[in-house]
């Protein structure tokens, strides 16, 4: 790589049409992977296995949620469109999260009869979280100054996470064999569709190529070793290498799970975009 | 009573005395005091019904929560949902202290509930079609709420007026929340304007329930007791008139109506003259009978009964590091 700009602004960025794509590409990325799990975090709401914990579960979905927000503004800055549009008018088609974060919580509606999966909720939540942890360090090397500035405030918000997901792994693993049952279950089905989420997509050699976030390798390499130290901490047997859904999520593919819930999210909005909600 | 009074009935008969004028010099009672059994079972009643309802309510509400419009909505809402599980949260920690010298848990609560023996508020057994009834819920209900709960915030028990003044802070946000919503309705379109109004009517009825059937006169000897424990100061009515005289002409500024032709400001009586509700429907509501008490109660009791096994792994995780 040779000589790497840095971006101070929106208006720098627009100045670079290529540099511009990349940055939206990844932006969206982003926003789109907090905005999905923070939606599927909103289900559960009322729904977790006690009230103390109904409360931080909704209080770490509502700071993704929030992450995804400030994503979808700086979208917005770059004239992609406005934010709650791009969160709610985008045909699936056009979203670039990972399958990890769109899969249902379980049978059911949020509403009607929600066979929800508390050790896949906590396992997804716990290995995003881990690669979520390694973007927002390589985003603070990003050549995106915004990027950067924003990904220091929310790795504060987010260890916080991580320790609440780590107690109830460590829990979960070394307690009842149904409760450890569950968790490996568990644990596989988040396996096999985990190792998208180090995929930057198809416009990957730009993004890395303009020192906006670093290569996917390196991504993955980190996450893996400490997300192994994290299982071998906790008792757990070592999954290897994560696999992927047939589905490739960051080039806009995507499951029915997906469109059934931007359906839902959307729906009041939809009623009339133009009007003020 | 008895002429020739047992011992320690004269010791219980002082003791009560003594707690009577405790609370008459405004002084409060903590959970390790001696309290009469009717106080603390006037408590458990009060304290666990409003713990149930808080976390009942935050049903409705969380129908709306993934369909919340606008991004700060969705992050507004489901904050506001939040704050109710911890009012749960908050008075459920209150009920269990009481219940404890009786040997119970919250898992007896929470079996309460599911069973029908413990009652939750009436507007929690009601449905919640629209976006408009997320507004109006916070706005009104929510407003019905603050109500009430201020009257208590000078509670004789201790424990259940710090919790109240948490929660009574947090539901003037909510209130405002509901506000914000309500508003930008009703400057809206036309649809938005309607289903606003549809949403109003449909709760209607259920806000004047909220405050439970006027005692004209004869207060009952529940109410009559918990004003004399200073658990509560005000009448059902008494509450109501301030709900009416507080949001009634807000809802005519803004250019709505409620289903009742015939309401009334007396001046002379200070008072508004409304068409009663249907009590008979309200007794039935709270029994479980509304039209949404046996989806809500089948939601809370399915979800609890499910993750029973999580439950058990912390229990059993306790057990081995502890
Ligand atoms: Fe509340
Ligand atoms: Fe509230």
């Not at chain 2, 424990?229 to 109506?257: A, V």
């Not at chain 2, 479980?288 to 089948?298: E, T, V």
Request: aromatic share 10%; proline share 4%; glycine share 6%.
């Amino acid at each position: 790589m040779g000589e790497l700009l840095q971006v101070e602004t929106a208006q720098e960025a627009l100045k670079n049409q290529e540099y511009t794509q990349a940055l939206v590409d990844l932006l969206f990325q982003l926003a789109d992977d907090d905005f999905i799990l923070a939606y599927r975090g909103s289900e559960w709401l009322g729904l977790a296995p006690h009230i103390e914990e109904d409360v931080a579960f909704s209080s770490m979905a509502q700071d993704m949620m929030g992450h995804a927000v400030m994503y979808y503004e700086m979208l917005e800055e770059l004239g992609v469109g406005k934010a709650d549009d791009l969160a709610q008018l985008r045909e699936a088609s056009a979203f670039r999260n990972a399958i990890l974060v769109e899969r249902q919580n379980g049978a059911g509606g949020y509403n009607d009869d929600p066979h929800y999966d508390w050790a896949y909720a906590i396992v997804r939540s716990y290995v995003y979280g881990l690669h979520k942890k390694v973007r927002l360090e390589s985003l603070l090397k990003s050549s995106y100054s915004p990027l950067t500035l924003i990904s220091r405030k929310m790795l504060t918000e987010h260890r916080y996470h991580l320790m609440h997901w780590q107690v109830w792994l460590k829990q979960l693993a070394n307690s009842t064999p149904d409760a450890r049952a569950r968790l490996e279950a568990a644990i596989a089905k988040v396996w096999s569709d985990a190792g998208e989420l180090s995929d930057l997509g198809p416009n990957a050699a730009s993004i890395t190529g303009f020192g906006l976030i670093e290569a996917e390798a390196t991504l993955r390499e980190v996450w893996l070793k400490e997300t192994q130290a994290i299982f071998e901490a906790a008792n757990l047997s070592w999954p290897g290498e994560p696999g992927a859904a047939k589905e490739r999520g960051r080039a806009g593919e995507h499951t029915a799970d997906l469109i059934q819930a931007l359906a839902t999210l959307s729906e009041v909005y939809r009623i009339d975009p133009a009007a003020s909600w | 009573m008895n002429t020739q009074l047992e011992h320690s009935d004269l010791t219980e008969d002082a003791k009560m005395e003594a707690f009577l004028a405790k609370i008459d010099r405004g002084e409060k009672i903590e959970a390790d005091d001696w309290m009469p059994d009717d106080y603390r079972n006037q408590l458990i009643k009060l304290i666990s019904m409003h713990g149930i309802s808080e976390i009942m309510g935050a049903l409705p509400e969380k129908e709306w929560v993934p369909k919340a419009p606008t991004l700060r909505r969705k992050l507004a809402i489901m904050a506001k949902v939040q704050d109710e599980m911890g009012h749960g949260q908050l008075l459920l920690r209150v009920a269990e202290d009481l219940i404890a010298p009786l040997g119970k848990t919250r898992e007896d609560i929470m079996q309460d509930l599911f069973a029908g023996r413990l009652k939750f508020h009436n507007v929690f057994h009601m449905e919640a079609p629209t976006w408009a009834d997320a507004g109006v819920i916070g706005w009104l209900v929510d407003g019905a709420a603050i109500i009430t709960q201020s009257m208590s915030l000078d509670t004789s028990y201790a424990p259940y007026a710090r919790a109240l003044h948490r929660i009574c802070a947090e539901e003037k946000f909510h209130a405002q929340h509901g506000e914000s919503i309500v508003l930008e309705l009703a400057e809206g379109t036309e649809e938005q304007r309607q289903m606003l109004q549809e949403s109003i009517t449909r709760w209607w009825p259920s806000l004047l329930m909220f405050f439970g059937p006027p005692e004209n006169g004869n207060i009952t000897s529940n109410q009559a007791s918990n004003m004399r424990y200073k658990i509560r100061s005000q009448t059902n009515e008494e509450l109501r008139q301030i709900f009416l005289k507080k949001y009634l002409p807000r809802i005519f500024h803004l250019g709505f109506t409620v289903p009742d032709e015939t309401i009334y400001f007396d001046e002379a009586e200070d008072k508004w003259i409304y068409q009663q509700p249907d009590w008979e429907e309200f007794k039935q509501i709270v029994k479980g009978k509304g039209p949404r008490s046996a989806h809500r109660l089948h939601l809370r009791e399915m979800s609890y009964e499910e993750t029973k096994w999580v439950r058990d792994a912390i229990l059993s995780y306790g057990r081995q590091v502890g």
